[in-house]
């Protein structure tokens, strides 16, 4: 019931773009994403509501396609501040909450 | 505003010892969690309250045990523990569990890195 996250890892240039995406294998009724940096808390991003909305966090984006049960988070024009593993959290039905593996993006110079 | 605090920040135990994580929120949160985060395991669900007085097992919840001591307070308790425990723990609080959507995003707390030698 773990949504499945991917990539696991990218490495990315400072001004470059990445995107990662979440897959579930149960009907959804939102997605969160959050951001953990090295030795931190995770910290929340946004909420991507039922219904196809597409937020933004600064130049952090992200959409979810209820239909086939996943999300993809932007991240367009990197900064090193980016760095850090990105999860995804998912609500299905029953109240249930899960948090994806996990995808490392580490931003260099 | 502290968020939700977490105690302490790091612990060595020996195999067989116990020992009580403390979790505390201020935002008046029903419901509490417990997670525990190991490499390229992303975080896994040990024990949830959805409201005080109410406590439900996630996903690993063997070898814990957990105490809702208020709205506030929520412990997650090692009775014998063991080198699998080797984990960093985290908390964290909604507002409302089961509500959905905005009341359902997650608050953590700074985490609790436990290594059980």
Same mark, same amino acid.
């Given at each position: 019931?773990? @949504?499945?996250?991917? @990539?696991?890892?990218?490495?990315?240039?400072?001004?470059?773009?990445?995107?990662i995406?979440c897959s579930?294998?149960?009907? $959804?009724?939102?997605?969160?994403?959050?951001?953990?940096k090295?030795?931190?808390? @995770?910290?929340f991003l946004?909420?991507?509501?039922?219904?196809?909305?597409?937020?933004?966090h600064?130049k952090?984006?992200?959409?979810?396609?209820?239909?086939?049960?996943?999300?993809?988070?932007? $991240?367009?024009?990197?900064?090193?501040?980016?760095?850090?593993?990105y999860?995804?959290?998912?609500?299905?039905?029953?109240?249930?909450?899960?948090?994806?593996?996990?995808?490392?993006?580490?931003?260099? @110079? | 505003?502290?968020?939700?605090t %977490?105690?302490?920040?790091?612990?060595?135990?020996?195999?067989?010892q116990?020992?009580?994580?403390q979790?505390a %929120?201020?935002?008046?949160?029903?419901?509490?969690?417990?997670?525990?985060?190991?490499?390229?395991?992303?975080?896994?669900?040990?024990?949830?309250?959805?409201?005080?007085?109410?406590?439900?097992?996630?996903?690993?919840?063997?070898?814990?045990?957990?105490?809702?001591?208020?709205?506030?307070?929520?412990?997650?308790?090692?009775e014998?523990?063991?080198p699998? %425990?080797?984990?960093?723990?985290?908390?964290?609080?909604?507002?409302l569990?089961?509500?959905m959507?905005?009341?359902?995003?997650?608050?953590?707390?700074?985490?609790?890195?436990?290594?059980?030698?």
């Amino acid at each position: 019931q773990q @949504p499945v996250q991917s @990539p696991q890892a990218v490495i990315l240039r400072e001004g470059e773009d990445a995107v990662i995406n979440c897959s579930s294998s149960k009907a $959804l009724y939102s997605v969160h994403w959050y951001r953990q940096k090295h030795g931190e808390a @995770p910290v929340f991003l946004m909420i991507l509501l039922k219904g196809g909305e597409q937020k933004g966090h600064e130049k952090i984006s992200a959409s979810f396609n209820e239909k086939k049960q996943q999300s993809s988070l932007y $991240l367009t024009a990197s900064q090193l501040s980016y760095s850090g593993t990105y999860f995804c959290g998912t609500e299905v039905r029953g109240n249930q909450f899960y948090f994806g593996t996990g995808t490392s993006l580490t931003v260099i @110079p | 505003n502290a968020g939700v605090t %977490q105690t302490p920040k790091f612990q060595v135990l020996k195999t067989g010892q116990s020992m009580t994580l403390q979790c505390a %929120q201020d935002m008046n949160h029903n419901s509490m969690y417990w997670y525990r985060q190991d490499p390229g395991m992303g975080l896994r669900l040990i024990y949830y309250s959805a409201s005080e007085g109410t406590t439900d097992k996630g996903e690993v919840p063997n070898g814990y045990n957990v105490s809702r001591l208020n709205k506030r307070e929520f412990s997650l308790r090692l009775e014998s523990a063991a080198p699998s %425990q080797t984990s960093v723990y985290f908390c964290a609080s909604t507002a409302l569990a089961g509500a959905m959507g905005t009341k359902n995003i997650q608050y953590f707390g700074a985490g609790t890195r436990l290594s059980v030698l």
